[in-house]
């Protein structure tokens, strides 16, 4: 069979090649039949995969008969580990030639789960039990009465979450055992991993793979390997979570008055020459370092040698290293309690962590750190097996607080520094107080930048935002009204912050009265919750402009919410529901619905802790 002629030169030829080389390349395959084409475009990809310098464009191994996706990964995130271990499934299932397509869970289509012949979730817990934002849709219809039965299909669920709470790993396990209700069988038994999770993760997602790719191989396509024609992706950063970038301090001031009840820092990062690049909503991770005061006190109290060489993992430090540097000495978790009580013989302790004391696990967790457990429950720890029980340091996320258009090569952070006195010792928060402790110019910080795709302004700048964000939460805000300031953006800009007192907690004040003299923030609402009798938040706030609100909402604008996620953000939820219902007319129920209807326009994103 003869080839088609073709007698003009296609623009996309022209733009890759020229037009002189796009003419001789018409003239060179115009007479050529189907065979010699075929036999051409893999002699030619053969010749880019054997050149030297292909560096214009990557050469990449691309099924060419895979059937239409047949494995679905599905992840649900907070912070980020959902998405990168998903990610890294899906490479692995590229690499081998096979087909898979990767969702995030709020744009995953559900209708098409009854379909599904192989499927893979990677979801986090928040908090204590709770899905991440972007997941409640997509959870909500698998745990619902919606959801179809599946019996053709084979299923693997990864659960991320905290060992600290009680409901450690709740979403992934519910989803687990509800989607084994409607028919479907395991490909692979669910995997539960804490904070630290990539001992678990790599394990689970190496057999998820193998048992994956033997599902698939009859299917299997055969690979052909193709030149993409486009430009290459812009060069990332060589820094990241696992190669953190050493910033430099600028400025490290505190912002709340002297005799406030709280110490907030503003904390200005330099990150010249780095590569890290940043947009409003993302957050900056911090690598701390445990106090030295704390870790004195730990080989003090357990009677240890700050200087024994200890080995985890291949690598060896002297036990004072492993507790300042690299091991989770503040907060505590459940593996290190069970552990604990074995040793220290505590009954009271072994009571705590039984089934059905969650009340009293969450209290404990949330009252004590781990040297006050061990000062309360005496036991003698062998510093061998203490450094393997204690669960690594972890990076601390923060919300940025600057937009790189208005600081340039710089990232601002609002921290609270956590310092206050319990059962007779001073405690401290891990990064909080590493912060804190920087002097400018001298003390330099590792950090890395955690994108939050699910925290963005809105593409169009004649939108309206509210922002909610009390206490350290109005740093995005902050962020927000810089980057709308910059670009010229013409919808309006409205701001709930609130805190304890006005003449010595109001965050950043004169910049607010600044932008809105500058008309760059045109509305400010301010709650302050101790300067009177009756304690007043900005859920109370919300009420009062509720009319306003409902309009700016009615109207196109977009919602976000950063802050505290135990209290905070569902009472603020919940003063929504009375304002949509009050001022929309509508039912409770039809509220609920139309303030999720914003959520899945991603107009109502929240970023909470």
Known sequence: ????????????????????????????????????????????????????QASAVPVTPVPVAAPAAPFTIIYGTQTGNSRLLAERLKHQVASAGLTA??????????????KEKLLCIVISTQGDGDPP????????????KRAPRVEGLRYAVLGLGDSSYPRFCEVGRALDVRLA?????????????????????????????????????????????????????????????????TAEVLLNQRITARGALKDVRH??????????????????????????????????????????????????LPLARWLGDALEITKLNRPFLERHAALSGSAALREVLEPGRADAFRALLAGHQVIDVLRAHKA????????????????????IASSPKRVGEEAHLTVAVVDYTAFDLRHFGAASHHLATRTA???????????????????????????????????????????????GAKGRNWLFFGEQHFRTQFLYQTEWQEALKQQTLHRLSLAF??????????????????????????????????????RMAPDVHEALVDIVSTHGGKRREDAHAWLEALREQRRYLRDVY
């Not at 890759?16 to 390349?25: F, P, S």
């Not at 934002?133 to 619902?144: H, N, Q, T, V, Y």
């Not at 700048?461 to 300031?485: K, N, W």
Request: glycine share 8%.
């Open 529 to 566: 919750s101790r300067d009177r009798a009756q304690k007043v938040y900005v859920q109370h706030r919300l009420r009062e402009a509720g009319r306003d609100v409902y309009a700016w909402l009615e109207g196109g604008a977009h919602l976000y919410v950063c802050g505290d996620a135990q």
């Open 133 to 144: 934002d972007d997941s409640r849709g997509f959870c909500e219809f698998i745990l619902g």
């Open 181 to 245: 209700e409607l028919g479907a069988s395991r490909l692979l038994e669910r995997a539960d991993c804490d904070v630290d999770f990539e001992p678990v993760a790599k394990g689970w997602l190496d057999q998820a793979f193998t048992l994956a790719r033997e599902a698939l191989a009859p299917q299997a396509p055969v690979a052909a390997t193709v030149v993409p024609m486009r430009e290459p992706a812009a060069k990332a950063s060589a820094f990241s979570k696992e190669a953190p970038y």
């Open 380 to 399: 003698t720890w062998d510093a061998t097996e203490l450094v393997k029980t204690l669960r690594k340091l972890t990076p601390r996320l923060y919300s």
């Open 267 to 316: 904390v200005e990062l330099s990150l010249a020459g780095s590569g890290l690049e940043y947009a409003p909503g993302d957050a900056l991770g911090v690598w701390p370092h445990n106090p030295p005061e704390l870790v004195a006190l730990f080989l003090s109290e357990l009677r240890l040698d700050g200087d024994a060489p200890i080995t985890r993992d291949g690598r060896t």
């Open 1 to 52: 069979m003869s080839a088609s002629p073709v007698t003009a030169t296609p623009p996309f030829i022209n733009a890759l090649l020229g037009e002189d080389q796009g003419a001789l390349l018409l003239k060179l395959v115009g007479g050529l039949d189907t065979s010699a084409l075929h036999w051409l475009s893999g002699y030619t990809a053969g010749l880019a995969a054997r050149a030297p």
């Open 101 to 114: 397509r990767l969702f995030r869970a709020s744009d995953y289509p559900v209708r098409e789960l009854a």
């Open 441 to 487: 110019g001298t003390d330099p910080v590792r950090v890395f930048v955690e994108p939050n795709e699910r925290f963005r302004l809105p593409e169009d700048g004649d939108r309206d935002v509210l922002m909610i964000g009390p206490g350290t939460g109005v740093a995005p805000f902050r962020a927000f009204v810089q980057e709308r300031a910059e670009t």
